[in-house]
């Protein structure tokens, strides 16, 4: 008995979205966090570890909240969307530093 393609193919959609979108939002949070808190003040490699440090709890939220979501198109345009818009608010944050 052959079973529908579909059901694996969304199961790979969302392990896909978990890994790699988890990851670009992640990205995104960890570079927009060092860089705001080096710009209030902080020391580079403490805002850095911090950042960091913060990122493995996001990644952790991300990744579950990827398999809890029955929408996996709201799962991808958060996940991909919310990093390209953190990692452009890293990038003119540190633009705005130099």
């Given at each position: 008995?052959?079973?529908?393609?579909?059901?694996?193919?969304?199961?790979?959609?969302?392990?896909?979205?978990?890994?790699?979108?988890?990851?670009?939002?992640?990205?995104?949070?960890?570079?927009?966090?060092?860089?705001?808190?080096?710009?209030?003040?902080?020391?580079?490699?403490?805002?850095?570890?911090?950042?960091?440090?913060?990122?493995l709890?996001?990644f952790?939220?991300?990744?579950?909240?990827?398999?809890?979501?029955?929408r996996?198109?709201?799962?991808?345009?958060?996940?991909?969307?919310?990093?390209?818009?953190?990692?452009?608010?890293?990038?003119?944050?540190?633009?705005?530093?130099?």
């Open positions: 008995m052959l079973s529908s393609p579909a059901p694996r193919l969304r199961l790979a959609a969302r392990i896909g979205a978990a890994m790699f979108g988890g990851y670009a939002f992640t990205w995104g949070f960890i570079a927009a966090g060092a860089a705001l808190m080096f710009k209030a003040g902080m020391d580079f490699h403490d805002a850095e570890f911090l950042a960091s440090a913060l990122g709890l996001v952790l939220t991300v990744f579950l909240w990827t398999f809890a979501t029955r996996l198109v709201l799962a991808w345009g958060v996940l991909a969307g919310g990093g390209a818009l953190l990692a452009g608010v890293a990038s003119l944050v540190q633009a705005s530093i130099v």
